[in-house]
């Protein structure tokens, strides 16, 4: 019985423990240098396609975008400008180094006219198709 009851004390206290140390590890293991992925919404319109990429923080001279055959392939970096001060953090949660986000379309969007903006932290892509004569 009392083994029980020891188990029964000691299984919330190791959750307790494991979610302090997963919180401690996260916050102190530190996001810049490592690849991301941003997410993206694709959508197919009667023209052509709309991309999103959502890339909050992002410098539009800091993305690259490019076409081949089916793929559109955008990469570049996110920089943290406002923290070069020299001071420490308590939390870094956000990932400021390079991203890539490569998009396979079902047929090719080479020769697509392509425009794109941004929008609140969305990188807004529209890939219309080229009109016949």
């Given at each position: ?17 494991n979610?302090f ?91 697509v ?20 004569d």
């Open positions: 019985m009392l083994a029980l009851l020891q188990l029964a004390f000691s299984l919330p206290m190791a959750k307790s423990t979610r140390f997963q919180f401690v590890g996260s916050s102190k293991n530190v996001h810049s240098g490592q690849l991301w992925y941003p997410a993206a919404d694709v959508y197919k319109t009667p023209d052509g396609w709309v991309v999103k990429v959502e890339l909050a923080g992002v410098s539009a001279e800091d993305i690259n975008i490019d076409v081949q055959g089916n793929v559109l392939y955008i990469a570049g970096s996110r920089r943290d400008k406002s923290c070069g001060f020299g001071g420490s953090y308590q939390q870094m949660e956000i990932t400021y180094s390079s991203f890539e986000k490569t998009l396979r379309f079902p047929t090719s969007i080479e020769g006219k392509l425009e794109h903006m941004f929008e609140n932290g969305l990188l807004i892509i529209r890939l219309k198709r080229a009109e016949k």
